[in-house]
């Protein structure tokens, strides 16, 4: 078991940047691909970024890619997003997920953090 809590959302201009951690707790917390995901009214949840359990892995979503950057910090047990050039768009409430494998992450990630507040203005 895995429970994981994300921080640094805030408000801010478009084009601005903006860095979200996703902090962890559990002993095992190496052996996840973590994910992030965002959600805004009246739309399904998306994904946006994963990284594998060690870190050489990661994949983002069209949208995102070439803007975000996904790491981690195994010894931390910390994952971030280092979001640059943000747009209107980006708008969502963003969240960070858990799972053993890649492949189930998009559809059924096993955890879930509450997710933290993104604003952008034009």
């Known amino acids: 078991q895995v429970q994981l809590v994300e921080s640094g959302g805030g408000l801010v201009q478009a084009g601005d940047s903006l860095r979200l951690s996703c902090a962890a707790s559990?002993?095992?917390?190496?052996?996840?691909?973590i994910g992030w995901f965002r959600q805004t009214p009246g739309k399904e949840r998306e994904f946006v970024t994963l990284i594998s359990s060690g870190g050489g892995l990661t994949d983002y979503a069209d949208s995102v890619k070439g803007r975000f950057t996904i790491s981690r910090d195994n010894a931390k047990n910390t994952v971030y997003l280092q979001m640059n050039s943000l747009k209107p768009e980006d708008t969502a409430v963003y969240y960070c997920?858990?799972?053993?494998?890649?492949?189930?992450?998009?559809?059924?990630?096993?955890?879930w953090g509450q997710g933290t507040q993104v604003t952008v203005s034009s």
């Open positions: 559990g002993r095992t917390f190496s052996n996840y691909v």
């Open positions: 997920a858990a799972s053993y494998t890649v492949a189930t992450l998009k559809n059924r990630a096993s955890y």
